[in-house]
């Protein structure tokens, strides 16, 4: 297995405009979670589903964050307007039930 | 709320001096404890996961323990690849699989 897909690998966009990070989780895996990595605040959860469903979007940071989940293969994260303290490393994970997560590489963003 | 410590922020070691990195955490009934690795630019890596107090695994230079408030990464003899971030991340009882991590320890192995 080719492990979790992420892309882009690196985005730069300008503020205000709309962002959307794609994720391939692995096959067979049930549980989808949506990871934010700045130097100041560390991991941070945002988003996580099971079987497809949003169960907990608490570390979602506002309105202007939406994810998705339209199929067990494929999940987006879309950030719509974008800020500059938006500029993180994003990161998806996907994991069977309770077993470990794993992680792609990242989508590092930057909004200028 | 559930909450996970790590210490120390960063370390220091010769190539050979073992040490151990700490885990504390605070939650409402543990379901599993995880150690992973992060290189720069590149995403968390699986290591271990502890079910219950007592319980040890071990992998090449790298045992992780785990007690009720607690876990232990000991690092053996360490080399230079061995430096990394090391992140511990704690799942609770509750009906979700969400894993909350700590802040990490980077580790830096001088030959």
């Known amino acids: 297995d080719a492990g979790v897909i992420q892309s882009p690998r690196h985005e730069v966009t300008e503020m205000g405009q709309e962002v959307t990070l794609r994720c391939k989780p692995i096959?067979?895996?049930?549980?989808l979670f949506w990871y934010r990595q700045t130097m100041m605040r560390g991991l941070e959860l945002l988003i996580y589903f099971n079987n497809n469903v949003p169960i907990d979007d608490s570390g979602m940071p506002e309105d202007r964050f939406s994810a998705k989940m339209p199929n067990a293969s494929f999940s987006t994260l879309k950030i719509q307007p974008s800020e500059p303290r938006d500029s993180a490393v994003y990161f998806c994970?996907?994991?069977?039930?309770?077993?470990?997560?794993?992680f792609g590489q990242g989508t590092r963003l930057t909004v200028v | 709320e559930d909450q996970v410590t790590q210490s120390p922020e960063a370390l220091r070691l010769q190539e050979g001096e073992s040490s151990s990195l700490n885990c504390s955490y605070t939650?409402?009934?543990?379901?599993?404890l995880f150690w992973y690795r992060q290189d720069p630019g590149k995403g968390p890596e699986f290591l271990f996961t502890l079910y219950s107090a007592g319980e040890e695994k071990e992998k090449e230079r790298l045992k992780a323990t785990l007690t009720k408030k607690e876990s232990f990464l000991h690092i053996t003899a360490p080399k230079p690849e061995d430096s990394a971030t090391y992140l511990c991340a704690v799942q609770g009882m509750d009906s979700s699989y969400k894993l909350i991590f700590g802040s990490g320890t980077r580790l830096l192995v001088r030959p």
């Open positions: 096959s067979g895996h049930n549980s």
């Open positions: 939650v409402s009934g543990l379901r599993g």
């Open positions: 994970a996907s994991s069977f039930s309770d077993r470990a997560a794993f």
